[in-house]
């Protein structure tokens, strides 16, 4: 019940079972929106009931089917720490729950695989970004869309300087033999001695910096295969400092520099929002202007042939690729003989190849921008750069 990870979404990509339920919610924080958001739930739970009757499903299976999700119906504590939106994914031999910092649709849909495209701005390019809070006496991650923040909890990562401190000085200790006798086990006991460590620093710009270092560690768990940016909020004087002990690729250069604690997370996300949306609009400007040099030349690393680009997203050969919003093409994608068969009309057992295409895209580390038709380098709603 948290953020996607990219191993959970590529466990959801290759799901392939007749009863795939994927379930959409607009959810809210608090008030009385949020007090009806069970009973939205419990009537999109009824439209995947009727889907699953014309199935032939007996209402014992599909009460068994749905239980995982029926009794968050009734669970008060699940409804109290809801975000933006919900999704919810459910077969047979799956069932994932995920809060996201992103406003949704309502939609219930059952088919032979999960439907992702509504997770698609989270996969973007130009969808997603990290703002890490940096203090003495706290740290904070957040990961931001263009429309909200949410806090992501660290367990890896002190607390704060005080911890981390007591923390280290609880493992030289731990080095600290205070009892040992000279070899061969004659004479008196020896003076104890550090193994692999020196004596503390008195300098505080050492300790924050060793603490920094630390804090860039522990977010190595969390932010693992990702290539979204970050962006620090911390007082000037702790910056340089933090870009000395980082270790993430994609730390940007500006920062907010303002003491966290002096913003809530609505300021918070407004002056991070206005760090990073320059930044994603060069990087798609780049990527456009990128496609439309190797059309204008021949060069066949852009395409905007589908049938080449899902297959070469499915193969890790996509480095960028632009989707038309809401466009749909239906159709079908067998990995085995990369063979694609295009629908005009969904057909049993189709799947929206743009879906497909942008979701392995991202899985194999390429860029996804989804932008509107109007926007595309080509007619059409897909088009690709190739590594090769």
């Known amino acids: ?26 959810t809210h924080r608090a008030g009385f929106d949020a007090q009806q958001d069970p009973i939205r739930l419990k009537n999109l739970l009824g439209q995947v009931e009727a889907q699953l009757q014309t199935m032939e499903l007996q209402p014992p299976e599909i009460a068994g089917l749905l239980a995982p999700v029926t009794n ?11 975000r933006d939106g919900l999704a919810i994914f459910l077969s047979p031999d799956t069932v994932y729950v995920f809060r996201l910092p992103l406003q949704l649709q309502a939609l219930a849909l059952v088919a032979e695989r999960f439907h992702l ?16 809070t940096l203090s003495q006496e706290e740290i904070r991650l957040f990961q931001g869309t263009a429309y909200s923040l949410a806090e992501i909890e660290l367990q890896e990562v002190p607390s704060g300087l005080a911890e981390f401190l007591k923390d280290e000085d609880r493992e030289r ?19 104890a001695v550090f193994h692999g460590h020196s004596i503390i620093e008195s300098n505080e710009r050492n300790d924050i910096l060793r603490y920094f270092r630390r804090v860039d560690a522990g977010l190595h768990s969390v932010l693992r295969e990702e290539t979204a940016p970050l962006v620090l909020a911390a007082v000037d004087h702790l910056l340089p400092i933090y870009y000395e002990a980082n270790t993430y690729p994609h730390l940007l250069e500006a920062a907010i520099t303002s003491h966290p604690e002096a913003l809530n997370v609505k300021e918070l996300h407004a002056q991070a929002w206005a760090i990073v949306e320059p930044h994603f609009l060069t990087a798609r400007q780049e990527a456009l202007a990128l496609y439309k040099h190797y059309a204008g030349t021949g060069d066949a690393r852009a395409s905007d042939d589908i049938e080449k680009i899902v297959a070469a997203a499915y193969y890790e ?29 969904r057909q049993p057992g189709d799947q929206d190849l743009l879906d497909l295409a942008a979701v392995h895209t991202f899985l194999n580390q390429g860029a996804v921008y989804v932008i509107s038709p109007e926007e595309m380098p080509v007619d059409k709603p897909v088009a690709a750069i190739f590594r090769y």
Request: charged share 15%; proline share 7%; net charge positive.
């Open 1 to 26: 019940m948290s953020l996607i990870a990219k191993d959970e979404l590529r466990a959801l990509a290759k799901a392939h079972h007749s009863q795939c339920i994927s379930i959409y919610l607009p």
């Open 72 to 82: 968050l119906l009734q669970d008060p504590l699940f409804w109290q720490h809801q």
């Open 117 to 132: 495209k509504p997770l698609l701005p989270l996969l973007n390019a130009d969808g997603q970004f990290y703002v890490l």
């Open 173 to 191: 200790h731990l080095q600290f033999h205070t009892s040992t006798r000279p070899p061969g086990g004659r004479g008196g006991n020896r003076a």
């Open 317 to 345: 050969r996509v480095a960028h690729l632009f989707v038309a919003s809401n466009r749909q093409q239906w159709g079908t994608f067998d990995p085995q003989t990369q063979a694609v068969t295009l629908h005009n009309e």
